[in-house]
């Protein structure tokens, strides 16, 4: 078993900023005050205006789905699906079984990309120190990858001392590409892996980059393009080649490979790293949870899709895991109070929400982000990974049940451990290996479905009046689009996404949004190299969609430019 250490922590008192949060999608400001080495008060800012609400109206409701997924560079599908959902339930469309089941393999496809790159790619520097994998003995990492991930043989002295070989030069250049201004440069007290293991990590972490491609050319067989999908379609699908023989074959072959890394490589990394940072499994949790359910076998309408959804709906409040309520999607709405929008916008149901923006100024704490402050029956919740977890724990659903006990019974911690950072991050790799687990039985149903009806779409016609809702439960937490149809023509969409619902500013009610209760008690090492708090924003996987930033390499200022 690991040694886990307690995270070191510094007598520091006063505010720190981290501007840009980087290893996202998109452009976050957290603000903190500390108080004796540990986070007092937190604020999420946005700093990034997408406005897509409005460049939506007067559109036909069809082209809705080619310009929200373009809010994103990694989840575009989801956004497409939502908006292809939200006109679904407008016009009121039954959806072909092989359309539904098209749609549902795509979105594991996502799972298996997303979750894998978050991992690895945009969550794993705030735990791996790459440089100290440098002092590693390649042999006693060998045998120590064999304990760790027996299923991989791949892990050998040569490979690793290859890896090792090739970190080494690439350190020597003194360009450190991605690596430059990594807070683990120069030694950091929160980083305590063994050499052994940030070896094992590190060529893990470069293997992951060629897999991810393997998923998303998955999702590219089924959904003709990634990324920015072109298969959905309202009433259905539209890529009847993908119900062929040999472009299902080279799915079945991608996702296999795959599937295959998620076991013998994610989880026992996922487990090895946790060991020695099992302390922060009581550092950065939240309160109330909520999912809208995914991988449905009833897409009849939004409620059929929560009651039918392998991945459950549900909400959770107070960290009661006795109690799962059913979803009142008449009781989300969204708060401005806080936001760089107009007064007249706050505390509406996303049918009649306001997108009129109402900018102030960069260290106004009393207007402070542009995103939204999504709400329900007044609590902010979280949703993604960890609260479709506990969801799923709660109901006792038997996948879910067997990996979070194994995991909670290698680490040798209380399911309580859960709600926190450390438990944020597992959740991920948690649905992850369910996903896998599951992928080749969904593809089977689909081949032997459309080898027996090849129906990818339902009859429908465009109403003059109308409204819907679509809901997607993304990687990152619950998604939904609502529309409002008028004249056959958008009158009116919202999109409530699940960084809004977890790194939204303050509520009305003067309430913090999930990351800032997160961030609470967060202890600080080092004031000028503040991880900590890294590794809380970032088992969110905030996702703010794109922005532009220049930083000077001599003197790490960051450069503001106005486009005009």
């Not at 993908?242 to 599937?259: D, G, R, S, W």
């Not at 026992?268 to 809208?292: E, S």
């Not at 991880?531 to 532009?548: M, N, Q, S, Y």
Request: aromatic fraction near 8%; proline fraction near 6%.
């Amino acid at each position: 078993m690991a040694e886990s250490k307690p995270t070191p922590q510094s007598t520091f008192t006063g505010p720190l900023v981290v501007d840009p949060i980087t290893r996202i999608e998109g452009h976050l400001r957290i603000m903190v005050e500390v108080e004796n080495g540990k986070v007092k008060d937190a604020w999420s800012s946005s700093q990034l205006f997408r406005g897509l609400e409005i460049i939506l109206k007067g559109r036909d409701p069809r082209d809705a789905q080619h310009f929200t997924q373009r809010a994103c560079g990694v989840c575009t599908y989801v956004h497409a699906l939502a908006s292809t959902r939200c006109v679904d339930d407008a016009v009121k469309v039954n959806i072909p079984g092989n359309a539904r089941m098209m749609r549902n393999l795509v979105m594991a496809s996502q799972y298996l990309h997303d979750h894998i790159v978050h991992f690895y790619h945009l969550h794993a520097l705030d735990w791996v120190d790459v440089t100290n994998a440098l002092k590693a003995d390649p042999a006693k990492a060998a045998k120590l990858a064999e304990t760790i991930a027996p299923a991989r043989p791949g892990n050998s002295a040569a490979s690793l001392k290859a890896v090792q070989d090739r970190l080494k030069a690439f350190v020597e250049t003194g360009q450190l590409g991605i690596f430059t201004n990594a807070y683990f440069l120069g030694g950091h007290k929160a980083y305590y892996l063994p050499p052994e293991v940030d070896l094992i990590a590190t060529a893990h972490y470069l293997e992951a980059l060629h897999l991810q491609v393997k998923a998303a050319s998955a999702m590219a067989i089924l959904g003709g393009k990634n990324p920015h999908t072109q298969f959905t379609v309202v009433g259905g699908c539209s890529n009847y080649n993908a119900m062929t023989k040999e472009p299902l074959a080279n799915y079945l072959a991608l996702t296999q490979e795959v599937c295959k890394f998620v076991n013998d490589v994610y989880i026992p990394d996922l487990l090895a790293v946790a060991g020695f940072y099992k302390d922060w499994g009581g550092i950065g949790g939240c309160t109330n949870y909520m999912a809208f359910g995914e991988f449905a076998t009833d897409e009849s309408s939004p409620e059929k899709h929560m009651e039918s959804s392998f991945f459950p709906s549900g909400v959770i409040m107070n960290r009661d895991l006795g109690k799962v309520d059913k979803v009142d999607l008449g009781a989300i709405y969204e708060d401005v109070k806080y936001s760089w929008y107009k007064p007249g916008a706050d505390g509406l149901h996303p049918y009649d929400g306001v997108t009129d923006p109402s900018y102030t100024k960069l260290d106004d704490k009393d207007h402070y982000s542009w995103m939204k402050a999504p709400r329900y029956k007044g609590k902010a919740m979280e949703v993604g990974p960890l609260a479709r977890c506990f969801l799923a724990y709660a109901k006792g659903q038997p996948e879910f049940k067997k990996i979070i006990d194994m995991i909670l019974g290698k680490l040798s911690i209380p399911a309580t451990a859960l709600h926190s950072t450390l438990g944020r991050t597992a959740a991920r790799g948690i649905e992850t290996a369910i996903v896998a687990s599951k992928m080749e039985t969904w593809i089977k149903e689909f081949a032997d479905s459309s080898a027996k009806d090849n129906t990818l779409c339902g009859k429908w016609e465009m109403p003059g009046e109308s409204k819907g809702v679509g809901l997607a439960d993304a990687p990152r937490g619950a998604l939904s689009h609502w529309i409002r149809i008028k004249d056959k023509k958008i009158d009116n969409f919202q999109l409530v996404v699940p960084s809004t619902w977890n790194l939204g500013p303050r509520g009305s009610a003067g309430d913090k949004s999930p990351v800032e209760e997160a961030l609470i008690g967060t202890p600080i090492a080092d004031p000028k190299r503040p991880v900590e708090i890294l590794r809380t924003v970032h088992a969110f996987d905030p996702c703010i969609a794109c922005g532009v930033h220049i930083i000077e390499p001599e003197t790490n200022e960051v450069l503001k430019f106005k486009v005009v």
